[in-house]
C-alpha cells in the first residue's frame, strides 16, 4: 500500500508567514493528491484537488504543486484563520491520508 | 446544497457491531462515490472506505473483514457496518461525498462535502 508522510508534523508561524508543508508518497501517485484543513471540532475542509486545482471558493494564498511522489501545499501569507491541522490525501484506490501538520500561532 | 448527516448509536459495546446512516438531503446520491472516514479522539483522519451508488466498494485493508459500506438509493442514504469493535474503533466518524469521477487511476477530485461528524465510544 502507498504510505503518504507529511513534514513537518507541528508548524509554529506568525500572520504574515509564507508556509510550506509537504506530503511524500512512498509511491508515484501521479497528481492524485488532494489537501484538507480541520479546524477543532469541525469537519476538514477540501483546499486543494489534483494535486494543484483549488477548489472553488477556496482563497488564492492557498496552492499545491508536485506529482509524483513529492507535493507541497503553500500558505503565500498566514491569516488568523489559517491556524489549523493539515492533511494531504491520496485520491488512487485508497483514499489514505497523511498524519498531518498542525500550523500554531508563534 | 448537498447536507450529510450521519446518524446512529453513540455507544457501542465491545465485540458488538458498529451501525452507521449517512443520510444525504439536497442532491441526489445517484452518479457517486460516498466514503467514510473516522478520526481517533486527538489523532488523525482515517480513511475506512467508500461505495459507489450502484454498490461497487472499496476498503481501507487495516479494516478489511470486519468492514461493510451499503447504498440505498431509495432512501438516498449509505451505511457503515463495523464489526467485532474494540476501544481502539472509538473515534468521530465522517461521511462524505467524493467529488468527480473515477478515471483509470483514481479520483479527479477529493472528498468535497462531510458530515458534521458523531462520536461513537466503544465501552462497556
Known amino acids: 500500500d502507498i504510505q503518504l508522510t507529511q513534514s513537518p508534523s507541528f508548524l509554529s508561524a506568525s500572520v504574515g508567514d509564507r508556509v510550506t508543508i509537504t506530503c511524500r508518497a512512498s509511491?508515484?501517485?501521479?497528481?492524485?493528491l488532494a489537501w484538507y484543513q480541520q479546524k477543532p471540532g469541525k469537519a476538514p475542509k477540501l483546499l486543494i484537488y489534483a494535486a494543484s486545482t483549488l477548489q472553488s471558493g477556496v482563497p488564492s494564498r492557498f496552492s499545491g504543486s508536485g506529482s509524483g511522489t513529492e507535493f507541497t501545499l503553500t500558505i503565500s501569507s498566514l491569516q488568523p484563520e489559517d491556524f489549523a491541522t493539515y492533511y494531504c490525501q491520496q485520491l488512487n484506490s485508497y483514499l489514505l491520508f497523511g498524519q498531518g501538520t498542525k500550523v500554531e500561532i508563534k | 446544497q448537498v447536507q450529510l448527516q450521519e446518524s446512529g448509536p453513540g455507544l457501542v459495546k465491545p465485540s458488538e457491531t458498529l451501525s452507521l446512516t449517512c443520510t444525504v438531503s439536497?442532491?441526489?446520491?445517484?452518479?457517486?462515490?460516498w466514503s467514510w472516514i473516522r478520526q481517533p479522539p486527538g489523532k488523525g483522519l482515517e480513511w475506512i472506505g467508500y461505495?459507489?451508488?450502484?454498490?461497487?466498494?472499496n476498503y481501507n485493508p487495516s479494516l478489511k473483514g470486519r468492514v461493510t459500506i451499503s447504498v440505498d438509493t431509495s432512501k438516498n442514504h449509505f451505511s457503515l457496518n463495523l464489526s467485532s469493535v474494540t476501544a481502539a474503533d472509538t473515534a468521530v466518524y465522517y461521511c462524505?461525498?467524493?467529488?468527480?469521477?473515477?478515471?483509470?487511476?483514481?479520483?479527479?477530485?477529493?472528498?468535497?462535502?462531510w458530515g458534521q461528524g458523531t462520536l461513537v465510544t466503544v465501552s462497556s
Open positions: 439536497g442532491g441526489s446520491i445517484s452518479s457517486y462515490y
Open positions: 462524505a461525498r467524493v467529488s468527480g469521477y473515477y478515471d483509470s487511476s483514481g479520483f479527479t477530485r477529493g472528498l468535497d462535502y
Open positions: 461505495i459507489y451508488y450502484i454498490g461497487n466498494t
Open positions: 509511491q508515484g501517485i501521479s497528481s492524485y
